[in-house]
C-alpha cells in the first residue's frame, strides 16, 4: 500500500468520519445513556486494536502504559464523555463548532508551559475572534433553546481536555505503533467510562430490550468509524505527517457536524450562529498557517546553521 494512499485515507478518516460522529452521538444518546455510550465507543474499539497488535502488547514497558493511561483518561474521559453528556442538552453542530477551539488551547498551553514554543503573535491574536465566536454560538444556542450556557462551559472543558493530551501524546510515537497507542489509550478510557457509568446509576437504570435500532446502528459507527479507524489514522497522520497539517480536521469537522445536525436531525442553526462558527474556524486556520510559516521558519534556519558549520569545517 503506497505512502500517498495512506494519507489520503487516513485524512479522509479524520475529515469525514470524526465529522460525523457528532452526529452519531446524538443518535446514539437516545436510547443508550451517555457515560455507558462512550465507554462502549472506547473500550470495544480499544480491545480490538489491542488485538490488531498482536505480540506487541507484551513488549510494552510500564512507562508507555501509564503515559497511555493518562492520555486515554484526557482523550475519552476528559473530552468523549463530557462531550456526549453535554450534547444530551446541545445540538450536534454547536459541540462541534466548540470543539473546534482545541488548537487555541493547544496553542495557550505552548505559551503558558513549553518556553520553546514561541508563537508568533498574529497566532495570539487569532484567538480573540475565535473564542469571541464560540461566546456567539453559545449565546445564540441559549437564547433559541432556553438551555444554560453551562454545557457550553463542559464543551469548553472537554476541548481542554483534549488538548492536553494531545500536548502530552506528542513524545509517544516512538515508543509504540499508532494501532497499540490507540487501543492502549482507548481501552483504558472505556473502562474508567464503564466505572463512571456505573457509579452514576446509568447501567442499574439500563435496559438493553429498550434501545432502538438507530442507537445500535449509532455506536457500531462510533466504534468503527470514530475510535477503530479514525484514531488509528489520527496517531498515524501525527506520526508521519507535520502536526499543523493534521489538526486542519478542527476546521473541517464543524461543517461536517453542521450540515449532518441541520439536514437530518433539524438542528436549529441561525444566522449569527453561522457567523459565530466562521469566526472560529477562520481563527483555527490564521493560528494553522501561522504554525505552519513559524515551523519553516525554524527548519530554514537550522538548515542554514547546518550549512555554515559545514562552510567553517570545509
Same mark, same amino acid.
Not at 203 to 229: N, R
Given at each position: 500500500?503506497?505512502?500517498?494512499?495512506?494519507?489520503?485515507?487516513?485524512?479522509?478518516?479524520?475529515?469525514? =468520519?470524526?465529522?460525523?460522529?457528532?452526529?452519531?452521538?446524538?443518535?446514539? =444518546?437516545?436510547?443508550?445513556?451517555?457515560?455507558?455510550?462512550?465507554?462502549?465507543?472506547?473500550?470495544?474499539?480499544?480491545?480490538?486494536?489491542?488485538?490488531?497488535?498482536?505480540?506487541?502488547?507484551?513488549?510494552?514497558?510500564?512507562?508507555?502504559?501509564?503515559?497511555?493511561?493518562?492520555?486515554?483518561? =484526557?482523550?475519552?474521559?476528559?473530552?468523549?464523555?463530557?462531550?456526549?453528556? $453535554?450534547?444530551?442538552?446541545?445540538?450536534?453542530?454547536?459541540?462541534?463548532?466548540?470543539? +473546534?477551539?482545541?488548537?487555541?488551547?493547544?496553542?495557550?498551553?505552548?505559551?503558558?508551559?513549553?518556553?520553546?514554543?514561541?508563537?508568533?503573535?498574529?497566532?495570539?491574536?487569532?484567538?480573540?475572534?475565535?473564542?469571541?465566536?464560540?461566546?456567539?454560538?453559545?449565546?445564540? !444556542?441559549?437564547?433559541? +433553546?432556553?438551555?444554560?450556557?453551562?454545557?457550553?462551559?463542559? =464543551?469548553?472543558?472537554? %476541548?481542554?481536555?483534549?488538548?492536553?493530551?494531545?500536548?502530552?501524546?506528542?513524545?509517544?510515537?516512538?515508543?509504540?505503533? $499508532?494501532?497499540?497507542?490507540?487501543?492502549?489509550?482507548?481501552?483504558?478510557?472505556?473502562?474508567? &467510562?464503564?466505572?463512571?457509568?456505573?457509579?452514576?446509576?446509568?447501567?442499574?437504570?439500563?435496559?438493553?430490550?429498550?434501545?432502538?435500532?438507530?442507537?445500535?446502528?449509532?455506536?457500531?459507527?462510533?466504534?468503527?468509524?470514530?475510535?477503530?479507524?479514525?484514531? %488509528?489514522?489520527? !496517531?498515524?497522520?501525527?506520526? !508521519?505527517?507535520?502536526?499543523?497539517?493534521?489538526?486542519?480536521?478542527?476546521?473541517? !469537522?464543524?461543517?461536517?457536524?453542521? &450540515? &449532518?445536525?441541520?439536514?437530518? &436531525?433539524?438542528?436549529?442553526?441561525?444566522?449569527m450562529m453561522l457567523v459565530g462558527a466562521s469566526l472560529v474556524i477562520v481563527s483555527v486556520i490564521v493560528i494553522w498557517r501561522a504554525e505552519r510559516s513559524g515551523s519553516r521558519r525554524t527548519k530554514d534556519e537550522a538548515?542554514?546553521?547546518?550549512?555554515?558549520?559545514?562552510?567553517?569545517?570545509?
Amino acid at each position: 500500500m503506497s505512502r500517498r494512499f495512506l494519507v489520503i485515507g487516513s485524512f479522509a478518516a479524520i475529515y469525514l =468520519l470524526w465529522g460525523s460522529t457528532y452526529f452519531a452521538i446524538a443518535l446514539g =444518546l437516545k436510547s443508550i445513556p451517555p457515560f455507558l455510550l462512550m465507554a462502549l465507543r472506547s473500550f470495544c474499539g480499544g480491545i480490538l486494536l489491542l488485538a490488531l497488535s498482536g505480540r506487541q502488547v507484551a513488549g510494552t514497558s510500564l512507562q508507555t502504559w501509564l503515559q497511555a493511561c493518562w492520555c486515554g483518561l =484526557l482523550f475519552f474521559v476528559g473530552c468523549h464523555g463530557v462531550l456526549a453528556f $453535554a450534547q444530551q442538552s446541545v445540538p450536534s453542530g454547536v459541540a462541534a463548532i466548540v470543539l +473546534a477551539t482545541i488548537p487555541f488551547w493547544i496553542l495557550l498551553i505552548d505559551v503558558l508551559f513549553r518556553g520553546d514554543q514561541r508563537p508568533r503573535p498574529i497566532a495570539l491574536l487569532a484567538l480573540v475572534p475565535g473564542f469571541f465566536g464560540v461566546g456567539l454560538v453559545a449565546w445564540q !444556542n441559549v437564547e433559541q +433553546a432556553g438551555i444554560s450556557i453551562l454545557p457550553v462551559v463542559w =464543551l469548553l472543558a472537554a %476541548a481542554l481536555s483534549w488538548s492536553i493530551g494531545t500536548v502530552l501524546s506528542r513524545g509517544m510515537s516512538s515508543q509504540a505503533s $499508532a494501532i497499540l497507542l490507540s487501543g492502549m489509550q482507548l481501552s483504558i478510557g472505556g473502562v474508567v &467510562l464503564f466505572a463512571i457509568s456505573l457509579l452514576t446509576g446509568e447501567i442499574e437504570g439500563f435496559t438493553p430490550s429498550d434501545v432502538s435500532m438507530t442507537s445500535v446502528a449509532a455506536a457500531l459507527w462510533l466504534i468503527v468509524s470514530g475510535s477503530v479507524i479514525g484514531f %488509528a489514522a489520527y !496517531n498515524w497522520l501525527l506520526e !508521519n505527517v507535520p502536526t499543523s497539517l493534521v489538526s486542519t480536521y478542527t476546521f473541517v !469537522n464543524p461543517v461536517v457536524a453542521v &450540515l &449532518l445536525g441541520t439536514v437530518v &436531525l433539524g438542528e436549529p442553526f441561525s444566522r449569527m450562529m453561522l457567523v459565530g462558527a466562521s469566526l472560529v474556524i477562520v481563527s483555527v486556520i490564521v493560528i494553522w498557517r501561522a504554525e505552519r510559516s513559524g515551523s519553516r521558519r525554524t527548519k530554514d534556519e537550522a538548515d542554514r546553521g547546518i550549512r555554515h558549520l559545514s562552510l567553517r569545517k570545509t
